[in-house]
């Protein structure tokens, strides 16, 4: 029987915000759409949902069936639609990955974590209390602290530099990896193989 597993991507809907710092998750997402020529064709849960068949040919693990969604809640709501796709899915929560924006990395780096808190993350704090635990996969995208006296909400809302855009589409690539290799192999290959700096 094919598996299922959930890669959510956290960000705020509208064009606006496409390109910055908080909407990282979505780009991860978007990114991973085109790895596996899927689309994002359907409205699930309040959230944009893609669909694709992965075969992990290298593993002989058997194929994969991963389900790609953005939340269109705006980010501190963004638990209604991850509890909404698990419950729907009838998911355990070990066929889950929830890719986020992370204040406390620097940008370029990677952290796939099993469990803990939401680290202010207003996304991460809404599906911790939506689904009652932290015993979760995530991805966690560095995106720098913020400069100065600016202030997280204002920085996380600001996009990328030129500069800085091309190390974080370097580190979406390795991410695309990291995810796939989650849903392939498992959550503790993916963080021995990935967690880290891009080399």
């Given at each position: 029987?094919?598996?299922?597993?959930?890669?959510?991507g956290?960000?705020?809907?509208?064009?606006?915000?496409?390109?910055?710092?908080?909407?990282?998750?979505?780009?991860?997402?978007?990114?991973?759409?085109?790895?596996?020529?899927?689309?994002?064709?359907?409205l699930?849960?309040?959230?944009?949902?893609?669909?694709?068949?992965?075969?992990p040919?290298?593993?002989g693990?058997?194929?994969r069936?991963?389900?790609?969604?953005?939340?269109?809640?705006?980010?501190?709501?963004?638990?209604?639609?991850?509890?909404?796709?698990?419950h729907?899915?009838?998911?355990?929560?070990?066929?889950l990955?929830?890719?986020?924006d992370?204040?406390?990395l620097?940008v370029?780096?990677?952290?796939?974590?099993?469990?803990g808190?939401?680290?202010?993350q207003?996304?991460?704090?809404?599906?911790?209390?939506?689904?009652?635990?932290?015993?979760f996969?995530?991805?966690?995208l560095?995106?720098?602290?913020?400069?100065?006296?600016?202030?997280?909400?204002?920085?996380?809302?600001?996009?990328?530099?030129?500069?800085?855009m091309?190390i974080?589409?370097?580190?979406?690539?390795?991410?695309?990896?990291?995810?796939?290799e989650?849903?392939?192999?498992?959550?503790?290959?993916?963080?021995?193989?990935?967690n880290?700096?891009?080399?």
């Amino acid at each position: 029987m094919t598996e299922t597993f959930l890669i959510v991507g956290l960000g705020n809907p509208g064009r606006e915000y496409r390109e910055t710092r908080h909407n990282v998750g979505f780009m991860l997402v978007d990114r991973l759409a085109v790895r596996l020529n899927a689309r994002f064709s359907r409205l699930q849960s309040r959230a944009l949902v893609a669909s694709a068949v992965y075969n992990p040919q290298s593993t002989g693990t058997g194929e994969r069936k991963i389900l790609l969604a953005k939340p269109q809640t705006f980010m501190n709501l963004s638990g209604q639609s991850v509890q909404g796709l698990v419950h729907f899915y009838k998911l355990p929560l070990t066929n889950l990955l929830v890719a986020h924006d992370d204040l406390d990395l620097p940008v370029g780096t990677i952290r796939i974590r099993p469990d803990g808190g939401s680290a202010g993350q207003k996304g991460m704090t809404s599906i911790l209390e939506r689904l009652g635990t932290d015993e979760f996969a995530r991805l966690r995208l560095g995106i720098d602290r913020p400069p100065g006296q600016m202030q997280a909400p204002d920085y996380v809302l600001q996009e990328f530099s030129e500069a800085e855009m091309t190390i974080v589409s370097e580190t979406l690539n390795r991410a695309v990896d990291a995810a796939l290799e989650f849903a392939s192999n498992g959550l503790d290959a993916a963080m021995n193989k990935f967690n880290g700096v891009i080399s």
